[in-house]
């Protein structure tokens, strides 16, 4: 989450301090604080999760005359200050807890230090936004524009969760990345996007990450939803009939071009989520809205062999990655 500091005009402080009890329009303000606030939002959350914030740890500015320094939150959904410490330097209140809003979209928490009406010092505020997420295909989620139809559907009796499936040749295929909590990370490590996007996990924990009956397809399985592929190289022709035509919150997940006819016709039901390089505190993940990812169970030269569509070509890529240092989503199949 990017954190932003930003030092208020003395109009604007004036104007955003007239909602929080004691403090009056101060017309002569033209000292500044010392210090920093920090404020940090996870940078996707559900809709009705709520955060909660010791104000102890958050009093980080500086008075260089002494003055005592008041703390508010303000929430941009409601429009109400909640004032924590008053300007005076009293807490009222150790704990502020936020409410995230039920719906999809941007959502912003402020955090403001402010001074007495006599003071000759202006005020600060930071900023921290998350986008609110909702797991589920039935057309409420954050993912929309699924097509159910001609599919079926199990759940992974290790945590619930159900999924839709397809029949392709003798195998039934997920149409849904894998979200199952045992291993992988989430999606810019928030644990809301694990029933969005699903889970990304390396090569080796791919291999053992399906449900009990489902496995990894091998890399000819995946080439064979080709007629005819050659399930060592690319294959033109095939990345339009597994993509999907998806939005997340509203906005088309994938680009169009001219050179793509996106069909599903196979009900894969690709999106692009992209992937993760590194590991442990390094992870960045890379590629959303361009990139679909998938592992299979084949390794080619210590390497773990994975399948991807990029945005602009209608080809299945074949490639080959770290088994310890790349995550990806994985699609399973069964008998």
């Known amino acids: 989450m990017k954190l932003n500091r930003i030092l208020l005009p003395a109009v604007l402080v004036a104007a955003l301090l007239a909602t929080v009890p004691g403090c009056k329009k101060e017309e002569t303000s033209t000292k500044t604080l010392d210090g920093y606030l920090y404020?940090?939002?996870?940078?996707?959350?559900?809709?009705g999760d709520?955060?909660?914030?010791?104000?102890?740890t958050l009093m980080t500015l500086i008075c260089p005359d002494d003055e005592p320094i008041g703390y508010f939150f303000l929430d941009a959904e409601t429009n109400l200050a909640d004032t924590l410490v008053t300007a005076d330097g009293v807490i009222h209140n150790h704990y502020y807890t936020y409410t995230v809003p039920n719906r999809t979209g941007a959502a912003t928490l402020t955090l403001g230090g402010y001074m007495g009406k006599d003071s000759q010092y202006s005020g600060f505020r930071v900023l921290s936004t998350t986008t609110v997420v909702y797991p589920g295909l039935s057309g409420t989620g954050s993912i929309t524009n699924f097509d159910k139809e001609g599919s079926f559907s199990f759940v992974d009796y290790r945590d619930s969760k159900r999924?839709?499936?397809?029949?392709?040749?003798?195998?039934?295929?997920?149409?849904?990345?894998?979200?199952?909590?045992?291993?992988?990370?989430?999606?810019?490590?928030?644990s809301a996007m694990t029933d969005v996007f699903g889970r990304y996990y390396t090569w080796e924990e791919a291999q053992t990450a399906c449900p009990p009956g489902w496995r990894l397809p091998t890399d000819a399985e995946v080439a064979a939803l080709q007629l005819g592929a050659d399930a060592s190289s690319d294959i033109p022709g095939l990345?339009?009939?597994?993509?999907?035509?998806?939005?997340?919150?509203?906005?088309?997940?994938?680009?169009?071009?001219?050179?793509?006819?996106?069909?599903?016709?196979?009900c894969f039901s690709a999106m692009p989520v992209g992937y993760g390089v590194g590991s442990g505190s390094s992870l960045a993940f890379q590629g959303d809205f361009k990139y679909a990812v998938f592992w299979t169970s084949d390794e080619e030269g210590g390497l773990g062999v994975c399948r991807y569509i990029y945005q602009d070509k209608d080809i299945l890529y074949r490639g080959l990655m770290s088994k310890t240092d790349f995550v990806a989503p994985v699609r399973c199949v069964r008998e």
């Open 50 to 56: 709520t955060k909660t914030f010791m104000i102890d």
């Open 163 to 190: 999924y839709y499936s397809s029949y392709n040749g003798d195998l039934e295929w997920m149409r849904q990345n894998l979200a199952w909590t045992g291993a992988g990370v989430p999606f810019k490590g928030c």
């Open 39 to 47: 404020l940090e939002l996870p940078e996707y959350m559900t809709g």
């Open 239 to 266: 990345a339009g009939k597994m993509m999907a035509d998806l939005y997340f919150n509203g906005t088309k997940m994938w680009e169009y071009w001219r050179d793509v006819k996106i069909t599903d016709e196979l």
